[in-house]
């Protein structure tokens, strides 16, 4: 006979003992069926917010609010707020959001837009939202208070006589979980 056939011939006598050999080893096995089920995600939404007729001028002054309008200038110190509120839907177990204002941006840069700061707060009620809302807000009317400030001690002479174009603003709410 010739080596290659011999060798063809012992390879498969190899693997016929391997085969029959591994039948002669056990294992013990056991299985169980674990039932599935339905998998259903939570919300966290904002309604269109509510917001009064423009913007506020220097509500904070002792002197009456006035309403700022296309004609107004504002100096340093100046604060703008608006308020709206909107409904949240916070729907989860373990959900927890942060409430921020997001794309404040002015359509283009100058000294004045570099020394104006927009800013939120919001609260539930007469309750400051504290850091973060669970789903014990769903459903909650949300008050934001959202001011443009004209940042007075760092306001230099540059700044006068400058247009700023505020864009539409934001209110995002951002699940976080940790």
């Keep these: 006979m010739k080596k290659s056939t011999k060798g063809a011939l012992a390879a498969s006598a190899a693997g016929i003992l391997l085969l029959g050999g591994a039948g002669s080893l056990a294992y013990w096995d056991a299985q169980q069926t674990v039932d599935g089920g339905d ?27 006035t309403v700022f309008t296309a004609g107004s200038k504002l100096v340093p110190g100046d604060v703008l707020t608006k308020v709206c509120t909107f409904v949240i839907t916070a ?20 000294v004045l837009t570099d020394q104006l700061a927009v800013d939120a707060s919001f609260a539930i009620g007469a309750t400051p939202i504290p850091a973060e809302i669970t789903e014990a807000n769903d459903g909650n009317v949300v008050t934001a208070t959202i001011t443009v400030t004209f940042d007075g001690p760092a306001a230099t002479n540059l700044s006068q006589n400058q247009t700023a174009t505020l864009d539409a603003i934001t209110i995002a709410a951002t699940q976080v979980h940790g």
């Design 39 to 65: 998998i259903v995600s939570g919300r966290l939404e904002l309604t269109a917010p509510s917001c009064g007729t423009g913007w506020t001028l220097d509500a904070g002054e002792q002197l009456p609010s």
């Design 91 to 110: 729907q989860g177990d373990h959900l927890r959001a942060e409430l921020d204002v997001t794309d404040a941006d002015f359509s283009s840069t100058n």
